[in-house]
């Protein structure tokens, strides 16, 4: 059984930073690619970052590009969202996702493992 948890979070500034983790345990985890989501208040769930088994390649939202950095540390079994110059609007709980064997998906329903999610408040 994979198990995600997502820890980092909080409460900041706008202007300010984060970085969240996503650390995985039940399985290799150098064999998933990985998701970071976020959800707000009524709106539906958004991909924000995806980075592929190696690390190799990574892939952002519009939103936040240039801002926003995933990584991985394999040897660790954790991936990482660096979250820079952050704004009101990135308020939302952030969610890591995994899938394996395949490269990662842009859209939720690709993934088949799922972290229960961390806080994350930008006050403006």
């Known amino acids: 059984q994979v198990v995600l948890v997502e820890s980092g979070g909080g409460l900041v500034q706008a202007g300010g930073s984060l970085r969240l983790s996503c650390a995985a345990s039940?399985?290799?985890?150098?064999?998933?690619?990985v998701g970071w989501f976020r959800q707000a208040p009524g709106k539906e769930r958004e991909r924000v970052a995806a980075?592929?088994?190696?690390?190799?390649?990574?892939d952002y939202a519009d939103s936040v590009k240039g801002r926003f950095t995933i990584s991985r540390d394999n040897a660790k079994n954790t991936v990482y969202l660096q979250m820079n110059n952050l704004k009101a609007e990135d308020t939302a709980v952030y969610y890591c996702a995994a899938r394996f064997f395949v490269s990662y998906s842009s859209v939720a329903s690709g993934y088949d493992y799922w972290g229960q999610g961390t806080q994350v408040t930008v006050s403006s």
């Open positions: 039940g399985a290799t985890f150098s064999n998933s690619a």
């Open positions: 980075i592929s088994r190696s690390g190799g390649s990574t």
